[in-house]
């Protein structure tokens, strides 16, 4: 199947610091990417879509403005958290594929946020 | 909103066990995803679920969608080890363009 990376797949910041995730597709372009969040033994809880050229769609309730969202090429996506707390500590995990529903989503293989 | 429902949450089997997993939503699903997630992996896509009272196979698991298109389910004969994981469901949004995720089924497997 496709390939999408994530970097860094793990990173402890402190306090108030902005973290910058990023998400490649390798082998294919991906129009839109998903970004979620997963809290330990809990599901994947859908934050964002990003658009490639266009603003990202956030979900009810995700902060526009404390997760920045930035989709400049067809293979690249990034998440940044700004002025990162400790709450905002969690497994963070992109996906790519169709924008369509009925293609699968390949995922990256996640960062660990931790903020200390 | 839309949600999608799975139970169990847990499920702890002997290894040779059966296991099942029901994954129910509160809107008709154009179509169904399944995704397994191996302890600090990241989710792997299994199978998608088209059409009414589909029925696919994928050597020991079954995958059914329901004649309603409302509900499917996993069904793992004789379980191994290697089928330690949590499994989602994964249904798309009103305008297709999203995936909601189910809470999840985490399967331990003794041996």
């Known amino acids: 199947g496709a390939v999408v990376s994530q970097h860094p797949s793990r990173v402890i910041c402190k306090s108030g610091t902005s973290v910058k995730i990023e998400c490649r597709s390798l082998?294919?372009?991906?129009?839109?990417m998903f970004w979620y969040r997963q809290f330990p033994k809990q599901s994947l809880m859908l934050m964002a879509t990003s658009n490639e050229g266009s603003k990202a769609t956030y979900e009810q309730g995700v902060e526009k403005d404390k997760f920045l969202i930035n989709h400049a090429s067809l293979t690249l996506s990034t998440l940044t958290v700004t002025s990162a707390h400790p709450e905002d500590s969690s497994f963070y995990i992109c996906s790519a594929g169709a924008a369509s529903s009925y293609n699968e989503q390949f995922f990256g293989p996640g960062t660990r946020l931790t903020v200390l | 909103g839309q949600q999608v429902m799975q139970i169990p949450q847990y499920q702890h089997v002997q290894e040779g066990e059966d296991f099942t997993t029901y994954c129910n939503s509160s809107t008709t699903l154009s179509n169904i995803q399944w995704y397994k997630q191996r302890p600090g992996g990241h989710p792997v896509f299994l199978i998608q679920l088209v059409k009414s009272g589909e029925v696919k196979k994928q050597k020991r698991l079954t995958f059914q969608f329901g004649e309603a298109k409302k509900n499917s389910s996993l069904h793992i004969t004789a379980t191994q080890t290697t089928d330690v994981g949590t499994y989602f469901c994964a249904g798309p949004s009103y305008n297709f363009n999203k995936f909601y995720f189910g809470s999840g089924t985490k399967l331990n497997v003794k041996p």
């Open positions: 082998d294919f372009q991906a129009t839109t």
